[in-house]
């Protein structure tokens, strides 16, 4: 099994910035794949962004330009700069086996960490 914990989430202001942190242990050996969802009250959940064994980042459209994923051996780290009211969310760590990555599609992954709150208020 892996387990993924979550950390880093807050409240700011808008254009303020935060940075989630995931840790992941157990069976890590099975991890290709790690990336971040998000949720709101009343809406789906959403792919933010992921990245694989290339190390290279694939971000929502919604993200892009203000948000930067990184990796660092079992931990994936989520930069959030200029932060808007809409990124308000419960975000989520997410990992899975296998090449593909994908950002917008959370059924393939099937390890999940307990999310860290994240909230932007105006």
């Known amino acids: 099994q892996v387990q993924l914990v979550e950390s880093g989430g807050g409240s700011v202001q808008t254009g303020g910035s935060l940075r989630l942190s995931c840790a992941a242990s157990?069976?890590?050996?099975?991890?290709?794949?790690m990336a971040w969802f998000r949720q709101a009250p009343g809406k789906e959940r959403e792919g933010v962004a992921s990245?694989?064994?290339?190390?290279q980042a694939v971000y929502a459209d919604s993200v892009k330009g203000r948000f930067v994923l990184s990796q660092d051996r079992d931990n994936v780290y989520l930069q959030m700069n200029n932060l808007k009211p809409d990124d308000t969310a419960m975000y989520y760590c997410?990992?899975?086996?296998?090449?593909?990555?994908?950002?917008?599609?959370?059924?393939?992954?099937?390890?999940w960490g307990r999310g860290t709150q994240v909230t932007v208020s105006s």
């Open positions: 997410a990992a899975k086996q296998g090449a593909l990555c994908p950002a917008n599609t959370a059924s393939p992954y099937i390890f």
């Open positions: 157990g069976e890590t050996y099975r991890i290709l794949c």
């Open positions: 990245i694989g064994s290339s190390g």
